[in-house]
């Protein structure tokens, strides 16, 4: 049946399930989704429930691209020496950030980020100082409102105050965010009131947790679903909401939380032409419940039918190849592209699948760009790549992998 996104927030709200999980598609609602969430569980659309709010503490803490549109770079184009990121001031991260000032908690993100990244990359919060603005006005600087980021050595070979990739720093986000629930989930833990180091977080009832995933490998990845995992186990009193594109983030999870047995807790968020949303129960890991690459196959094909095309369809068709070459054994998913142009059709699908990270990228493809994706969807199929018992089972191979991977957490 579909729903508005509105109102799966509130079937989500309204469940009496400790995690839910969540599979969708780039581009399907994700976000959008967790935002309407957070809207009905700690709205802030009056002044009367922004105090309100404010009094009370947070209910929800969410993690998502708005949560990483609050760090933003100061990149110091004068004089380009002092590169630095800036976190924007709101309820959140004076609330975290104070919190993880006061609790002497900065090292754990510099643990977490070093892990995922590089041990002599070390970032830096700032202590509180003065500067002058424009008008010769004293500003005062909070302490932890600014990062630095340098390469340490055992020489003097390091480099200071350099700017990081869009990946390291969207892990770094994710670190900070991280740190801060962990802390929380302690706090929580702590049956007496008198005994918690802050009041402050008392109220949170749901973390929504959207993608963390940005740039990690697969053994990071693996890792990172693995310690969430753990860490909502050990959690008492908050319910965690979980979305993810990922196959692999999703099995680990679901493997990991044991929701094998557990019904209405795992779900296939889908987008209908006239902008509604289907919300399915899920039973299995996306291998065997979603039949993924069916899907992937009759999204792409909908798309074609409607004229509906966008470029995220490129990401869904080179996903459908790589798993088509991986069940039959092929090294690479370009072995199955035309013999005729098979070098022009890999650059034109990894130009076009990798441009949409970009959000100056326009969505909508031209003519003959869509055409492509008609031609190799009909050339996977009516090839004999596609055989017969890959359209009556999913990628057993693969999801056996992923099985034993999982089994070995």
């Not at 429930?49 to 929800?60: F, L, N, R």
């Not at 990149?75 to 709101?90: C, G, M, S, W």
């Not at 104070?98 to 070093?114: R, Y």
């Not at 065997?288 to 966008?310: G, M, P, Q, R, V």
Request: net charge negative.
């Amino acid at each position: 049946m579909s729903q508005s996104l509105t109102e799966i927030a509130q079937s989500l709200k309204d469940s009496p399930k400790k995690v839910q999980l969540i599979y969708a598609f780039n581009g399907t609602g994700k976000t959008r989704l967790s935002r309407k969430f957070r809207l009905l569980v700690d709205p802030k659309d009056t002044d009367e429930e922004q105090e309100e709010q404010e009094t009370s503490g947070i209910k929800v803490m969410y993690y998502n691209a708005f949560t990483e549109d609050l760090f933003y770079w100061d990149n110091d184009l004068d004089a380009d020496t002092n590169r630095k990121l800036i976190i924007r001031p709101n309820n959140f991260t004076d609330l975290a950030l104070g919190f993880l000032k006061d609790q002497g908690l900065d090292n754990n993100i510099v643990t977490n980020f070093q892990h995922f990244t590089s041990d002599s990359l070390t970032p830096l919060f700032n202590e509180e100082y003065t500067t002058q603005d424009n008008n010769g006005n004293d500003i005062v600087v909070k302490a932890y409102s600014e990062v630095t980021f340098s390469i340490t050595s055992g020489d003097d070979q390091g480099l200071p105050n350099i700017k990081i990739s869009k990946g390291e720093e969207s892990n770094f986000i994710w670190c900070v965010y991280y740190s801060l629930i962990e802390q929380v989930v302690e706090l929580l833990n702590t049956p007496e009131l008198e005994d918690r180091a802050t009041n402050q977080f008392n109220d949170v009832e749901y973390v929504f947790i959207d993608d963390p995933i940005s740039s990690l490998d697969e053994n990071h990845l693996i890792e990172l679903a693995v310690n969430l995992a753990e860490l909502i186990k050990k959690s008492n009193g908050i319910k965690f909401i979980i979305s993810t594109h990922s196959p692999l983030f999703y099995n680990v999870l679901y493997n990991e939380l044991g929701l094998k047995s557990k019904k209405n807790s795992c779900f296939m968020l889908s987008k209908n032409e006239d902008g509604t949303y289907d919300f399915d129960n899920k039973y299995g890991d996306s291998n065997k419940s979603f039949s993924y690459h069916l899907y992937l196959k009759e999204t792409i094909e909908e798309a074609i039918e409607s004229n509906s095309i966008e470029k995220y369809h490129f990401m869904l068709l080179r996903n459908l190849y790589e798993k088509t070459a991986n069940f039959l054994g092929y090294p690479k998913w370009s072995d199955l592209l035309p013999d005729d142009k098979q070098t022009y059709y890999n650059r034109v699908i990894q130009f076009t699948s990798h441009s949409t990270l970009s959000n100056e990228v326009v969505p909508e493809p031209t003519e003959p760009e869509k055409q492509i994706v008609k031609f190799l969807l009909d050339h996977l199929i009516e090839s004999n790549y596609w055989k017969e018992e890959i359209a009556v089972e999913p990628a057993t191979e693969e999801a056996s992998t992923i099985e034993t991977e999982n089994e070995t957490l």
